[in-house]
């Protein structure tokens, strides 16, 4: 166990509509990293928060949109909907803010498994 | 442009130890070289972390040479269990290091 929370863990919904992905780091955290792993697919990173505000943006749709709270939980929003975002979507957590550069360990959720019928 | 380089797949046995390398040409001065395990629907595990040199855990070794340009994962007497994907993973050093870019990964799978 990580000690990143995320749900639900499953979702299943239509195109077009919207849906919410909330994520709790591990106590002590100060940054959230989301990602969106589809079948047999890498890791997509598509963003940071530290500490409430933005620090580092991939190649997130603008479909999507993320933030982060004052008591650091994150939540990920996915609207219009489309087949192709079924995915895996992590969410992550570390200490500091150095993404991938520095000493920092990510710490990944369980995962939400997303399907768009 | 590609971040990191390493085998898309790779094959062992039992008992047997596996080496993995990965390629970063283009490492920044200030970034470490981390490793991750993922196995199927599950979120990635930490493995390993390096600046240079060797390291070693419990789990893996991690070899860097002296230009850092390429870092090799060992992991001894794999078991069957160790059959994941294995991720290298350096800073982006285009956005400060700060976008994390995973990879496609070396998919091992270790066979009895």
């Known amino acids: 166990d990580s000690g990143v929370t995320q749900t639900p863990k499953h979702l299943i919904t239509a195109t077009g509509q919207r849906v919410t992905l909330r994520c709790s780091p591990r106590?002590?955290?100060?940054?959230v990293y989301w990602y969106q792993q589809s079948l047999d697919q890498g890791l997509q990173f598509l963003i940071q928060y530290y500490n409430g505000e933005e620090r580092a943006k991939g190649n997130i749709l603008e479909r999507f949109s993320a933030q982060q709270f004052p008591d650091l939980h994150s939540e990920l929003n996915l609207s219009s909907l489309e087949l192709g975002d079924s995915a895996l979507y992590f969410c992550?957590?570390?200490?500091?803010?150095?993404?991938?550069?520095?000493?920092?360990?990510?710490?990944f959720g369980p995962g939400t498994r997303l399907t768009v019928l | 442009l590609a971040k990191t380089t390493q085998p898309i797949s790779m094959d062992s046995y039992e008992g047997q130890e596996v080496n993995i390398t990965c390629s970063h040409n283009n490492i920044a001065t200030n970034d470490y070289i981390t490793w991750y395990q993922q196995f199927p629907s599950q979120g990635p595990r930490f493995i390993i972390q390096?600046?240079?040199t060797k390291v070693t855990n419990e789990v893996a070794s991690l070899f860097i040479p002296a230009d850092r340009k390429s870092s090799t994962l060992s992991l001894p007497r794999v078991s069957l269990s160790d059959t994941a994907v294995y991720y290298c993973l350096v800073g982006d050093s285009d956005t400060g290091g700060f976008k994390t870019i995973f990879g496609a990964g070396t998919r091992l799978f270790v066979k009895a």
């Open positions: 390096g600046y240079k």
């Open positions: 106590s002590g955290d100060l940054s």
């Open positions: 992550a957590s570390s200490v500091a803010q150095t993404g991938a550069s520095g000493t920092d360990t990510q710490y």
